[in-house]
């Protein structure tokens, strides 16, 4: 699976940090956006490369990437969570607490889950993984059909889609099951 790392650790072969990313002709990028025009509404950088890759297990585990290149400059990578007509899967969970701290009848607050994975979550002090994220939506993932995921090092863009017909939750319970699969036949040859 293509990954922003991947064309990180690339473009940095015998390059030094600032240099502009190498661009794709302006035919392939403009074709891109015609197949997937909503990638504007969440992209508003510019556009020099653009891929497209099906969705791998290994994406659930992803973390973003961003690297410091000056202390006021910061290049970072966005993932968005996209269902079928590109917008961003949007969840909301209940939480309940009381009223008056520890008294009072119980209050139900909504809270947003946004699909859009950040960089590092200042609440919790961690980085959230795809997979964090797509469990955090709970029914809402099985509307995910597509991961769009911008580098504004790179400057490059990759959609990641899920295969036709089967939701996210599906697809990880599927990938979950080849898994058990494979590591009962590294067992079972052990023996």
């Known amino acids: 699976m293509l990954t ?5 650790e690339k473009q940095q072969h015998g390059t030094r940090v600032g240099m502009d990313p190498v661009p794709m002709p302006p035919t392939k990028v403009q074709a891109f956006l015609e197949e997937f025009p909503w990638i ?3 992209v508003n950088e510019p556009i020099a490369q653009v891929y497209v890759s099906r969705v791998e297990s290994s994406i659930l585990n992803y973390f973003l990437h961003s690297i410091d290149i000056e202390m006021f400059s910061r290049m970072w990578e966005k993932i968005t969570l996209l269902n079928e007509k590109g917008e961003e899967v949007i969840g ?5 607490r009381k009223k008056f ?8 607050r909504i809270k947003r889950i946004s699909g859009t994975i950040p ?4 609440r919790t002090g961690y980085t959230p993984s795809v997979g964090t994220i797509t469990e955090r ?3 809402k993932a099985d509307s ?15 959609v990641y889609k899920l295969p036709k017909g089967i939701s996210m939750r599906q697809w990880i319970k599927n990938e979950t099951e ?14």
């Open 137 to 139: 939506l709970g029914e």
């Open 4 to 8: 922003q790392k991947d064309l990180y």
């Open 40 to 42: 504007r509404k969440h």
């Open 119 to 122: 960089h590092h979550d200042f």
């Open 178 to 191: 080849l898994e058990k699969a494979r590591l009962r036949g590294e067992v079972d040859s052990i023996n």
């Open 144 to 158: 995910v059909r597509f991961l769009l995921s911008y580098y504004s090092y790179t400057q490059a863009v990759i």
């Open 101 to 108: 701290f520890f008294w009072g009848p119980p209050v139900a």
């Open 92 to 96: 909301e969970i209940k939480k309940w």
